[in-house]
């Protein structure tokens, strides 16, 4: 049970003078259960990689398999693979437009076809998993603050009982916070539900001391994709591409030029902190 991307292309405005080559030969595997962080600086691809993966944006050449079954067949359901890979967009106001909060995350399930009082379960359930009080689920969901909306989007998709959870930029114009809270909750779906997430970023701060796997996207292609600590040994390939290591890969690295011999490869505070006091023994 997985997607699969095999040689994916995808072209901007072909033929014209706007033309730009978005994706260039994409070729990967994103297997059930994973938690993916998707990182790249504005332009490298990734949003449009990840509208994809749904079938959001068809590719110019190339095949995507979602559990053996190829999307782009004619017989293959797409209304179907949008409810099994839910995609948060960046900004939460393009998919909240019901009057009230509750309505909103009804309309998914609604849209699947289940009746009102399943809608409304499944609506209730989404909503306590994402943390909202019961108290604003009728108020408008544009009363709220940016990290509210941001669990109203996240719970609409929730509701329909998604396999896979992809949010683009989901901690963009919060505070610490704020961001801290969105990024403890996917962790917490991650862990309780065993869904697969996909967090696309520009900010490896967001991502370093959650995702299990990072994918790093330049100029349309695939930089780099391992493990976090595998990643961030590249971090001065990664600064030539506009992006930058956790504060944490930077601290090991002085560290070690100064004689410590700590591990270069902690990505994590606990993991400096287990590395250092290893270093003073």
Request: one cysteine or more; aromatic letters at 8%.
């Amino acid at each position: 049970m997985s997607i699969i991307l095999d040689k994916v292309n995808y072209i901007y405005s072909p033929g014209t003078a706007y033309q730009v080559q978005a994706l260039n030969d994409i070729n990967l595997e994103i297997r059930d259960g994973q938690f993916i962080g998707v990182i790249g600086h504005t332009g490298s691809g990734k949003s449009t990689l990840i509208q994809h993966l749904n079938g959001l944006v068809k590719a110019t050449s190339g095949n995507i398999y979602f559990n053996g079954e190829d999307i782009y067949a004619e017989d293959f359901d797409l209304k179907g693979l949008r409810t099994r890979v839910g995609l948060v967009f960046q900004y939460p106001e393009h998919q909240l437009f019901e009057t009230t909060i509750f309505d909103d995350v009804c309309f998914g399930p609604k849209n699947q076809g289940l009746s009102k009082e399943k809608a409304g379960l499944r609506a209730f359930e989404a909503l306590r998993s994402v943390g909202l009080s019961e108290e604003v689920y009728y108020h408008s969901p544009f009363e709220l603050s940016g990290g509210q909306k941001r669990r109203v989007a996240i719970a609409g998709v929730l509701a329909m009982k998604p396999e896979v959870l992809i949010l683009d930029e989901p901690t963009a114009g919060l505070d610490p916070a704020g961001r801290d809270e969105i990024l403890r909750l996917l962790r917490e779906l991650h862990r309780e539900r065993g869904i697969t997430v996909i967090l696309v970023s520009h900010s490896m701060e967001d991502v370093a001391d959650y995702v299990e796997r990072i994918i790093v996207m330049n100029q349309g292609s695939v930089m780099l994709d391992d493990i976090p600590r595998e990643v961030f040994l590249h971090y001065r390939e990664l600064e030539a591409v506009g992006l930058a290591a956790p504060q944490v890969t930077y601290l090991m690295h002085e560290l070690r030029e100064r004689g410590l011999a700590v591990d270069t490869r902690a990505t994590t505070l606990a993991e400096a902190k287990d590395t250092i006091l290893k270093a003073f023994v």
